[in-house]
């Protein structure tokens, strides 16, 4: 196991490019399942749940080419409907492939995810809607078995809430389903357009695309296709709140900034000094003011993005409030800010934040993935040492992390952990 050691406060200049987005990658790799022609897909970022996903794939049949970031698959190979436990409870977004085997082989057996850090995350919304298109699910002994009478049919489908799971899922099954599907209340997330944009590719119909009413047009099959997908607006958040954390200038590339405009936009308003451009952002030293946020489906601000922003206002002066509404138990970052010093106080589903305290470099642990991004912005504003463990968590999410603030400056290493 591997950790990463800071030695703060540090100041961070340059530029740093985004890495294509792993929320974008991991459903449109499980839509590769709906293919039987070759898919490439560029620039690929090297992270743990995109290797998972590989590997699940590969368990399946399809034929997986890596060549550095270039990933060529041959779904025609596709000969087994089971997506076992051992791959599914290590990545809950297992579970995009069971539209996507269900619809091309009519059955499916794939692993119930569990919980995970952040919360018990239940798929009934992905469940009830398959249903909805004709097959029959049961749950047994673990797994979900699903299974038609030929192709699932077309049906007009009213999501309970925009779930970004449900959403995909539903939109790759209805890809190949008899007939025209429609999605209401569909989850607006920008990963949604990139999954739609990658079907529409490779021959697929949906329309109403960055609408909450999916409209899909099942089609017989797909084509050859080649595919990149959209950077990062998470990594790229993470950047942005770390340059302002430290007080840094820094131009965060790659990526187009109008999936972070509440995020930009909110921080503006707390006197943020960020220069935005077609598809990179400059953020400046600057001063900023308390914050008031609350997490919200797209386009509201990222449950993704709450821990790191509660790290930034832990240099804020003021109280800052943080409310989470998306995930029951994703505050897990808290005990260990408070560890570095931080003055956090929780009610709830909210947050309060005492900012503007020095904080002292210690030893803390990751407990999930945007939790340990929180603890190096942290990590970076601390006085002293800080050791960061179990970084195999931001392994999963963030492509070579330590190397891209190294680049901008910071006093950071990884060290391999005895275990
Ligand atoms: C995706 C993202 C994750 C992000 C989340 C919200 C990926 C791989 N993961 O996760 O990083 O934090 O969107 O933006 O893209 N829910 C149900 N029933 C369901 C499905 C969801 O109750 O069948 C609930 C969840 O428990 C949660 C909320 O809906 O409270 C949002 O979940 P969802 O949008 O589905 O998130 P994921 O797709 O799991």
């Given at each position: 196991?591997?950790?990463?050691?800071?030695?703060?406060?540090?100041?961070?200049?340059?530029?740093?490019?985004?890495?294509?987005?792993?929320?974008?990658?991991?459903?449109?790799?499980?839509?590769?399942?709906?293919?039987?022609?070759?898919?490439?897909?560029?620039?690929?970022?090297?992270?743990?749940?995109?290797?998972?996903?590989?590997?699940?794939?590969?368990?399946?049949?399809?034929?997986?080419?890596?060549?550095?970031?270039?990933?060529?698959?041959?779904?025609?190979?596709?000969?087994?409907?089971?997506?076992?436990?051992?791959?599914?409870?290590?990545?809950?977004?297992?579970?995009?492939?069971?539209?996507?085997?269900?619809?091309?082989?009519?059955?499916?057996?794939?692993?119930?995810?569990?919980?995970?850090?952040?919360?018990?995350?239940?798929?009934?919304?992905?469940?009830?809607?398959?249903?909805?298109?004709?097959?029959?699910?049961?749950?047994?002994?673990?797994?979900?078995?699903?299974?038609?009478?030929?192709p699932l049919q077309g049906?007009?489908?009213?999501?309970?809430?925009?779930?970004?799971?449900?959403?995909?899922?539903?939109?790759?099954?209805?890809?190949?389903?008899?007939?025209?599907?429609?999605?209401?209340?569909?989850?607006?997330?920008?990963?949604?357009?990139?999954?739609?944009?990658?079907?529409?590719?490779?021959?697929?119909?949906?329309?109403?695309?960055?609408?909450?009413?999916?409209?899909?047009?099942?089609?017989?099959?797909?084509?050859?296709?080649?595919?990149?997908?959209?950077?990062?607006?998470?990594?790229?958040?993470?950047?942005?709140?770390?340059?302002?954390?430290?007080?840094?200038?820094?131009?965060?590339?790659?990526?187009?900034?109008?999936?972070?405009?509440?995020?930009?936009?909110?921080?503006?308003?707390?006197?943020?000094?960020?220069?935005?451009?077609?598809d990179f952002v400059q953020?400046?030293?600057?001063?900023?003011?308390?914050?008031?946020?609350?997490?919200?489906?797209?386009?509201?601000?990222?449950?993704?993005?709450?821990?790191?922003?509660?790290?930034?206002?832990?240099?804020?002066?003021?109280?800052?409030i943080i409310t989470e509404?998306?995930?029951?138990?994703?505050?897990?970052?808290?005990?260990?800010?408070?560890?570095?010093?931080?003055?956090?106080?929780?009610?709830?589903?909210?947050?309060?934040?005492?900012?503007?305290?020095?904080?002292?470099?210690?030893?803390?642990?990751?407990?999930?993935?945007?939790?340990?991004?929180?603890?190096?912005?942290?990590?970076?504003?601390?006085?002293?040492?800080?050791?960061?463990?179990?970084?195999?968590?931001?392994?999963?999410?963030?492509?070579?992390?330590?190397?891209?603030?190294?680049?901008?400056?910071?006093?950071?290493?990884?060290?391999?952990?005895?275990?």
């Open positions: 196991m591997d950790k990463i050691i800071i030695n703060g406060p540090c100041k961070l200049s340059g530029s740093v490019t985004i890495s294509k987005a792993k929320n974008a990658y991991l459903p449109i790799l499980a839509g590769v399942l709906l293919s039987n022609k070759k898919i490439t897909l560029n620039e690929v970022p090297n992270l743990r749940d995109i290797n998972t996903m590989l590997k699940l794939l590969g368990n399946l049949g399809v034929g997986v080419k890596r060549d550095g970031k270039t990933i060529e698959l041959e779904p025609a190979l596709l000969n087994s409907h089971e997506a076992t436990y051992d791959l599914v409870k290590t990545m809950r977004a297992s579970i995009f492939t069971l539209g996507p085997i269900l619809t091309r082989l009519h059955k499916a057996k794939v692993s119930l995810p569990g919980g995970c850090a952040i919360g018990t995350r239940p798929i009934d919304l992905h469940l009830s809607n398959l249903e909805k298109m004709g097959a029959k699910i049961t749950l047994e002994g673990g797994y979900v078995y699903a299974e038609t009478d030929g049906a007009h489908l009213v999501l309970a809430f925009p779930s970004v799971g449900a959403t995909e899922n539903l939109m790759m099954a209805a890809s190949l389903a008899e007939g025209q599907t429609v999605i209401e209340n569909a989850a607006l997330e920008p990963e949604i357009d990139d999954l739609a944009n990658f079907l529409n590719a490779m021959g697929g119909k949906v329309s109403g695309i960055g609408t909450n009413r999916l409209v899909i047009d099942g089609v017989k099959e797909f084509k050859e296709v080649e595919y990149t997908a959209i950077g990062d607006r998470i990594e790229a958040a993470t950047y942005i709140m770390a340059a302002l954390a430290t007080k840094s200038s820094v131009r965060v590339d790659g990526f187009n900034p109008k999936h972070l405009d509440f995020v930009i936009n909110l921080l503006k308003n707390m006197g943020a000094n960020i220069e935005v451009g077609a953020v400046e030293p600057s001063t900023l003011s308390l914050a008031k946020v609350d997490t919200a489906p797209f386009p509201g601000f990222p449950t993704d993005v709450q821990a790191q922003m509660m790290a930034l206002v832990t240099q804020v002066e003021g109280s800052s509404h998306i995930f029951e138990n994703r505050f897990m970052h808290v005990p260990e800010l408070i560890r570095l010093g931080a003055k956090i106080e929780l009610k709830g589903n909210t947050a309060v934040i005492e900012g503007g305290l020095k904080l002292i470099g210690a030893p803390v642990m990751c407990t999930d993935l945007r939790a340990s991004a929180a603890l190096i912005i942290a990590a970076l504003t601390s006085h002293g040492e800080t050791e960061i463990s179990r970084v195999y968590h931001l392994d999963r999410g963030y492509e070579n992390l330590d190397q891209k603030f190294k680049k901008l400056g910071a006093n950071i290493q990884r060290v391999s952990e005895e275990s």
